[in-house]
């Protein structure tokens, strides 16, 4: 599947390369892992000629490093992973707009900034997983319902400080209003099993180990669980629990990227951001990191497949950023560690 995915990779990235014959290189910041972005980098400059300069770290460092950098920035293009950080980039003034049919068609409107200074790369839905021998997924219709006294005791959650929570929190603000929204993160804090802790993958195993009967977690670590040997018999123990799905639907956060307001290699950027929402970098994404996909054109992987249909939040995620602010002073005023 892989080998097929990246001849199909192969032959968009030579229909890109014609009108870029003299170019020379892109310089890319960005928070994904190495290994989750490479691949799909080296495939674009064997075909295009255009070298990828890659530098990666944390999203909050990579955005501190170009602000403080300036006009003198070296980056063309910043990729983060969560709508909160590239929105937080976009605040600052770190991107500028761009011109492209490609990326307007390929990027639904409700996963890329109004004014198109950014767009989604990948979509993942964060979810409640479940112990099905202890909790029956009926009980929980909503992110609403955990702030139950039904749910003492039984919470696993990462910290505050992780932007996925912060997102989340983010639109619970927009939907129901901050009062509502500190009275459920207060709760929520009082219904934990433990103290926050570790990565998604870590309240998952939770959950599977009897510390907690749910937890909120992003889909893909499911995915990513499920398809590794060593972690699948923890993963195949619990399961995935869509919420909202009577209303607004399941949170959705991303990926994305923007170009720099400053980047020196404007064409090479547009480029490689539109080969990157190619149906067939798109297919690579969904099979390897088992993430959603931006474009209606790919299927999710046949393992997330197995997950379920759903009805996903249609909010534009450009307003977690625009909220991120608020849902931090709320987590700080309800004490969530």
């Avoid at 709508?83 to 976009?90: S, T």
């Avoid at 979509?123 to 479940?130: L, P, T």
Wanted: hydrophobic letters at 40%.
């Amino acid at each position: 599947m892989k080998q097929q995915i990246f001849g199909a990779l192969t032959a968009a990235a030579i229909a890109l390369s014609a009108p870029l014959a003299a170019a020379a290189e892109v310089n890319v910041y960005s928070a994904r892992k190495e290994s989750l972005i490479k691949p799909l980098l080296d495939t674009f400059t064997e075909q295009t000629g255009i070298e990828v300069n890659l530098l990666t770290g944390d999203s909050n460092a990579l955005i501190e490093r170009m602000r403080t950098e300036g006009r003198n920035s070296p980056a063309d293009l910043l990729i983060t992973v969560d709508a909160g950080r590239v929105g937080l980039a976009d605040s600052l003034g770190l991107f500028q707009p761009v011109d492209s049919e490609i990326l307007t068609n390929s990027v639904p409107a409700s996963v890329r900034s109004p004014n198109n200074h950014w767009f989604a790369l990948s979509r993942r839905a964060r979810i409640i997983a479940y112990h099905p021998d202890r909790v029956d997924a009926a009980d929980l219709p909503d992110y609403e319902t955990l702030a139950s006294d039904d749910w003492a005791g039984r919470i696993c959650v990462r910290s505050s400080g992780n932007i996925y929570n912060q997102s989340l929190l983010a639109s619970l603000i927009h939907h129901n209003g901050a009062e509502a929204a500190t009275e459920w993160a207060s709760a929520v804090r009082k219904n934990m099993a433990r103290s926050p802790q570790g990565n998604d993958r870590a309240q998952i195993r939770a959950v599977a180990a009897g510390e907690c009967d749910v937890a909120i977690v992003n889909t893909y670590y499911f995915g990513i669980m499920l398809s590794d040997p060593e972690q699948r018999g923890i993963a195949e123990q619990v399961k995935v629990h869509f919420p909202n799905q009577a209303n607004r639907g399941t949170h959705i956060n991303v990926s994305g990227a923007g170009i720099a307001k400053h980047a020196k290699n404007v064409d090479n950027a547009t480029a490689l951001l539109e080969f990157l929402v190619s149906s067939e970098s798109q297919a690579w994404y969904a099979e390897v990191n088992h993430e959603y996909p931006v474009s209606s054109n790919v299927m999710p992987s046949e393992l997330v497949a197995s997950f379920g249909s759903f009805k996903a939040d249609d909010l534009n995620v450009s307003v977690l950023g625009e909220l991120n602010a608020d849902a931090v002073r709320v987590f700080d005023t309800v004490g969530w560690e």
